[in-house]
């Protein structure tokens, strides 16, 4: 478990890295931005409550890669999935819709590494020593995100995809974020995060 110098040290790092990353991206974001509102005709910004640090909700941004279609209500996406744009495809593909959460990262919501924010009825519902994983702040990145970096694929080839994403993928991504927070280091952050850029 991080120490308060711990918490310190990566609070610095995701300051520094989210201030770079936003000067270097901000273009991209913009134009995403545009992409996706005419496309959706909506506000191309996505922003959608998810739990975090301490299962304190907040929200998180992201360009808008989807459009609503009727009937269909699950937060589970797969790939083929019939409500991702064309302009989503492209931007879920180069992570490009992740971009806006650099600005959660240095308003302090999220961190660049650490377990993907959910929606309510995962992380708030943990119990016992599982609850370790609420103890830092959620990333954009991090070792349960690399190893199901094609969740989407996985998923399209279970038949009941909601209940294989329950039941297999977040109890082993429990697991890899447990021993994550507890064997937690600066240097295993930066892999990760160069990790996730290289592919």
């Known amino acids: 478990m991080l120490s308060t110098t711990d918490k310190i040290e990566k609070r610095v790092f995701d300051i520094v890295l989210s201030v770079i990353g936003i000067g270097m991206t901000w273009w991209v974001m913009m134009l995403a931005w545009i992409v996706a509102t005419f496309e959706t005709r909506s506000n191309g910004l996505f922003m959608q409550e ?51 959460q650099l600005f959660n ?11 993907r924010p959910d929606v309510r009825g995962y992380a708030d519902i943990l119990e016992g020593e599982d609850r370790i994983v609420l103890s830092v702040r959620p990333g954009i990145t991090g070792p349960a995100s690399l190893k199901y970096r094609d969740e989407e694929s996985i998923l399209a080839q279970q038949n009941n995809p909601e209940k294989y994403n329950r039941d297999v993928i977040w109890t082993d991504k429990i697991k890899i974020n447990k021993n994550y927070v507890n064997e937690w280091s600066l240097k295993k952050d930066i892999i990760y995060i160069i990790k996730t850029i290289t592919g």
Not at 76 to 100: C, M, Q, Y
């Open 50 to 100: 998810r739990i975090g640090q301490g299962a304190k909700p907040f929200l998180v941004f992201k360009i808008k890669t989807m459009n609503r279609v009727s009937g269909i209500d699950t937060t589970v996406t797969k790939s083929g999935d019939v409500r991702v744009s064309k302009s989503g495809a492209f931007f879920r593909k180069t992570k490009i819709d992740e971009l806006p």
């Open 105 to 115: 990262v240095l308003f302090g919501s999220m961190s660049f590494v650490g377990p």
